[in-house]
């Protein structure tokens, strides 16, 4: 099993800046991709960005490209999400997933609400 803790969201201005953190613990030398989805209100589930625990490949959502980076720090078992010039379209839920073999994520977090005020 893996367990995901989020942390750092909040609520910022339209054109600032936050920092997700997510903590793996348990299986967490099993790691394969990890991700970050949101949820807005009344929406679903959508795709943020992910990336390969091991090789550090990343990919992301259209409508975050050039704003949101992933990134992973290997030791701590924790991946990020820096997230600058947000919008209030950002706002949302934001959920960790793993996934220990590259296929479905099976795993995730509570969510942490980011609320950007326009």
């Known amino acids: 099993q893996v367990r995901l803790v989020e942390s750092g969201g909040g609520l910022v201005q339209a054109g600032g800046s936050l920092r997700l953190s997510c903590a793996a613990s348990g299986r967490a030398f099993s790691l394969y991709t990890m991700t970050w989805r949101r949820q807005a209100p009344g929406k679903e589930r959508e795709f943020v960005a992910d990336?390969?625990?091991?090789?550090?490949?990343?990919s992301y959502a259209d409508s975050v490209k050039g704003r949101f980076t992933i990134s992973r720090d290997y030791r701590q078992n924790t991946v990020y999400l820096q997230m600058n010039s947000l919008k209030p379209e950002d706002t949302g839920v934001y959920y960790c997933?793993?996934?220990?073999?590259?296929?479905?994520?099976?795993?995730w977090g509570q969510g942490t609400q980011v609320t950007v005020s326009a």
């Open positions: 997933g793993a996934s220990l073999t590259g296929g479905a994520y099976n795993y």
């Open positions: 990336i390969a625990w091991r090789g550090g490949q990343t």
